[in-house]
């Protein structure tokens, strides 16, 4: 058991920064390596495991658990979505951009699953290298796909507005 202890210290930096190329959160990237860790210390390890690449995939799986079910609430909330406009706009200006958002959302659900995911992932601000390690796609393959993903999603919106 100690020994297997000492193998997470030694891993510790490298998974909290996998969940921070996730989430773009510290503490969000400790609680996740943290819940990880003892998940996985408690169900020991046999002889000739690769515990670096388990813990590390660990935490991805994690990683996307969580970012699912916050979503999830995201998409839930769409009513009451708030709109960065600054107050001094024209009212109408505020409903146009909210229905883009509205419009724009839509054409997100009806993509294709493995678009949508990665077009949320690029969406929230993560690299085309990061998402790669998320979804263990190689960084080519990401890049080809959001580039398709992003024509789909013009292509949708064109035919909305």
């Known amino acids: 058991m ?9 891993l510790r930096p490298t998974l909290v920064r996998v969940a921070y190329t996730f ?10 390596v943290q ?43 769409l009513g009451t979505m708030h ?19 509205v419009s724009l959302m839509k054409a997100i659900s009806s993509l294709p699953r493995s678009e949508r995911r990665l077009i949320l992932l690029w969406q929230s601000g993560i690299e085309s290298e990061d998402i790669a390690l998320i979804t263990g796609i190689p960084v080519r393959s990401v890049r080809t796909m959001l580039s398709s993903a992003r024509r789909n999603l013009l292509d949708k919106m064109g035919k909305e507005l």
């Open 2 to 10: 100690t020994q297997d202890f000492s193998i997470f210290l030694d």
């Open 83 to 101: 709109i960065d406009i600054p107050a001094i706009e024209r009212s109408d200006a505020m409903l146009e951009a909210k229905d883009t958002q």
């Open 23 to 32: 989430f773009r959160n510290w503490e969000d990237a400790e609680d996740v």
């Open 35 to 77: 819940d990880v860790l003892l998940k996985l210390l408690q169900r020991g390890f046999k002889e000739g495991d690769n515990i670096e690449a388990l813990a590390v995939k660990a935490v991805k799986n994690a990683c996307v658990s969580i970012w699912r079910k916050r979503r999830g609430h995201r998409l839930e909330g």
